[in-house]
Nanobody, 123 residues
Framework: VQLQASGGGLVQAGGSLTLSCAAS????????VGWFRQAPGKERQFVAAIRWIGDSPRYSDSVKGRFTISKDNAKKTAYLQMNSLEPEDTAVYYC?????????????????WGRGTLVTVSS
């Protein structure tokens, strides 16, 4: 599976951005897709995940109520709508997929990763 994340950029605090993650190649329709982020000097952190089939997404406490994960199965694309952005949200954002539909927060449980997209939130 090849993943391409896009949509990052510079935004002021309180603003919004939408990230996209396009999957190609051999994809697993029964699996899940997740978003992670990594700030300089910090470990990769779980943000959100959703199954390709079904709903009931999972969010980290730090983004719950501000971020929304969604997907378009026909386009094999996942999205991360980010609202009320804070400077603490500044990081490189990565999307990843796994073949199993369990919404795990552990990066080690994901099989394929895309190149990240940088999100910078200014105060």
């Amino acid at each position: 599976v090849q993943l391409q994340a896009s949509g990052g950029g510079l935004v002021q605090a309180g603003g919004s951005l939408t990230l996209s993650c396009a999957a190609s190649g051999r994809t697993f329709s029964s699996g899940a897709v997740g978003w992670f982020r990594q700030a300089p000097g910090k470990e990769r952190q779980f943000v959100a995940a959703i199954r390709w089939i079904g709903d009931s997404p999972r969010y980290s406490d730090s983004v719950k109520g501000r971020f929304t994960i969604s997907k378009d199965n026909a386009k094999k694309t996942a999205y991360l709508q980010m609202n009320s952005l804070e400077p603490e949200d500044t990081a490189v954002y990565y999307c990843a997929t796994r073949s199993r539909p369990v919404l795990t927060a552990s990066p080690n449980e994901y099989d394929s990763w895309g190149r990240g997209t940088l999100v910078t939130v200014s105060s």
